[in-house]
């Protein structure tokens, strides 16, 4: 384990056993310690003058207010306290490891989602399906909370939630489950060039066992064209699965037009619609979903990144009217016979906790990225010329994609390795690939190359955005002044009009 974490651990529980005293509730009936991390609204201190936080103590984030709660000062292992837990309260971010801006690949976990989860792990650690005593039940319970505060984020039923291992593993239930019932009357399926990897890959296995997918084009924003879309239905369609927010660009495609498109169609050339699937892995609990009035029958969740743990998610499909599709995993019939196996009751909790939370402090959350994503963007612009933003700009304000013309992807990346973000540069053994979602944005290999992706996120700090511009800005401007194409860029000579030989 992390030495730091380590040391933090005996601090914090003997801090919250000073302002928590032990209740039955909390402690099991053998007297061990308990295991759990409790936050405190009580102890909320609201900042004056800062616009994020919320004049009720009582609805503050618990989870920005750790740090008053450390033990200011105290040394452990050389570092101070202070200095160890970030002004956010979260004790991941630590001296020395570079600034964490890649929330689009996973979130750190809400402390308050860790506080739920962790009696779920060593005391009440029955197994939900067990029916004949106490353990199973409070474990059922606690599932079936957890099924209701997700549902409420996404305004649907609990019935129709079926808990999976993550949005992976959601995508590929939905789209070969719905693929395969389906395939003796409609073997065509519908998405776009931009999806995730395992949309991409799980109509590429429908393809090789006879199914006709269109992968529809995106326009240069990554928006998809609604006549494109109608254009490419066919009475043999069963499904159409499009993503809501883009994981590279975070472009947000239009749900609740797209469902339309899919009605009007099926009522005008009396065919039966196709089911509508989306990808909202990077989408719930960052902008309002609701799959009633968006026509969703199914969506993919994932719970780490909502600030959740890892290794769980669920499965939105519609029981009225029905979506039929065939498991992929057959068992103990589970989830309504469609993902059989227990339930892992903790996480399950944990991606309920993260969804009420989310639900909680959408708006919050959304006007701190936004204005954090705004800063970012000028600090950059204002410092630095040829910068291009992909996607179009009134995305999803947390994931920034920008590409620095005349500066080398690979340097760029090698020279921030203070800063955790991804790049439009998919590492392959043998080289660097460009981003095949910037390309069919029809971005230029190099400028693909040359693109950063910035995941600003509930905990990311102003400090840390003012810290990565000064970077950024340092390394460019390093970089161009290396680069023979730049200076002829400063010489006034158009590079594109340049026939380079080819020898
Ligand atoms: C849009 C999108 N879909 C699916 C996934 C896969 O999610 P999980 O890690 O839960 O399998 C991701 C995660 O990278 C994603 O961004």
């Known amino acids: 384990m992390n030495p730091i974490r ?37 102890r909320a201190k609201v900042q004056e003058g800062d616009p994020h936080v919320r004049e009720d103590p009582g609805e503050a984030l618990e989870g920005e207010l750790i740090a008053e709660r450390m033990p200011s000062g105290e040394e452990m292992f050389g570092f101070k306290m202070n200095e160890v837990v970030a002004k956010t309260g979260t004790d991941m971010k630590v001296p020395g490891r570079p600034i964490y801006l890649d929330m689009q690949a996973t979130t750190p976990m809400d402390p308050r989602v860790l506080d739920k989860m ?21 474990a059922e319970n606690a599932v079936d909370e957890a099924r209701q505060h997700l549902a409420d984020l996404v305004g649907a039923n609990p019935k129709d939630m079926v808990f999976t291992s993550g949005a992976t593993e959601s995508n590929n239930m939905i789209i070969k489950g719905i693929a395969k019932f389906h395939q003796s009357k409609r073997k065509h399926i519908i998405t776009t060039q931009t999806e995730h990897k395992c949309v991409l890959d799980s109509c590429r296995y429908l393809s090789t066992i006879g199914f006709d997918i269109t992968y529809l084009p995106v326009q240069p924003n990554g928006l998809i064209s609604l006549e494109q879309l109608r254009n490419a239905l066919r009475p043999d369609t069963s499904l159409v699965s499009i993503m809501t927010v883009n994981n590279e660009i975070g472009v947000i495609q239009p749900m609740k037009e797209i469902s339309e498109t899919l009605k009007t169609w099926a009522q005008e050339t009396k065919n039966q619609k196709p089911y509508f699937h989306t990808d909202a892995a990077q989408a719930i609990g960052k902008i309002p979903i609701d799959v009633e009035e968006m026509g969703i029958d199914a969506m ?20 009225r009217p029905r979506v039929r599709l065939e498991p992929l995993i057959h068992g103990g019939g589970q989830e309504r016979g469609l993902r059989s196996g227990t339930v892992p009751a903790p996480l399950v909790v944990g991606l309920g906790e993260a969804a009420r939370l989310a639900k909680r402090e959408m708006s919050l959350d959304h006007a701190r990225i936004k204005s954090l994503s705004d800063r970012l963007v000028q600090g950059i612009n204002s410092q630095v010329e040829h910068v291009i933003r992909n996607g179009d700009p009134n995305g999803y304000p947390g994931c920034v994609n920008l590409s620095f013309a005349y500066v080398e992807g690979e340097s760029l990346l090698m020279a921030l390795k203070d800063i955790a973000l991804s790049s439009g540069s ?10 095949y979602v910037l390309r069919a944005l029809g971005a230029a290999d190099d400028m693909a190359h040359s693109s950063l992706r910035f995941g600003i996120g509930r905990f990311t700090t102003e400090a840390e955005v003012d810290l990565v511009v000064q970077r950024i800005v340092a390394v460019v401007s390093r970089l161009r002044e290396m680069s023979p194409l730049w200076e002829m860029v400063q010489e006034g000579i158009d590079i594109n009009k340049i026939e380079w030989s080819q020898s």
């Open 300 to 319: 993919s969740i994932s719970g780490h990144k909502i600030y959740g743990p890892k290794g769980i998610g669920a499965a939105y499909v519609r029981r």
């Open 426 to 435: 998919a590492c392959t053994s043998a080289s660097l690939e460009p981003s």
């Open 6 to 42: 380590s040391a933090l651990r005996p601090s914090i529980a003997s801090y919250q056993a000073s302002i928590h005293p032990p209740t039955l509730a909390s402690t099991s009936v053998l007297g061990r310690r308990p295991l759990t991390t409790p936050t405190n609204p009580s």
């Open 118 to 138: 962790l009696p779920f792990w060593t005391e009440q650690y029955g197994n939900p399906h067990s029916r004949t005593h106490a353990y199973g039940w409070e």
